[in-house]
C-alpha cells in the first residue's frame, strides 16, 4: 500500500488507491512478463546458433586444437 495512504481514511479513498496502486502492478508484470519473453527468444537463438555451429564443427572434423596428439605437440619431453 502507498506510504501516502492514511489507514483511517475514507474508504472510497483507500480503494481508489488501491486500485491505482494494482493497475501500476499490473502495467509493470505485463512489462516484465514481456521482456522474459524477450529473453527466451535471445535464449532459444543462441542455443540454435550454437547447434549450428557444433553440426558445422562436427562436419569439419571437430576441433582442430584436438587434431593434434599430447605427444607431437611437446615431442622434447
Known amino acids: ?14 480503494a481508489a488507491s488501491l486500485t491505482a496502486e494494482a493497475t501500476a502492478l499490473e502495467g509493470r508484470l505485463r512489462q516484465l512478463r514481456e521482456a522474459v519473453q524477450v529473453v527466451n ?8 546458433s550454437l547447434q549450428t555451429l557444433r553440426g558445422t564443427a562436427t562436419a569439419h572434423g571437430g576441433d582442430e586444437r584436438r587434431s593434434e596428439s599430447p605427444e607431437d605437440a611437446h615431442p622434447h619431453r
Open 41 to 48: 527468444a535471445r535464449i532459444a537463438s543462441t542455443a540454435e
Open 1 to 14: 500500500m502507498s506510504q501516502g495512504v492514511d489507514l483511517q481514511a475514507d474508504p472510497a479513498n483507500v
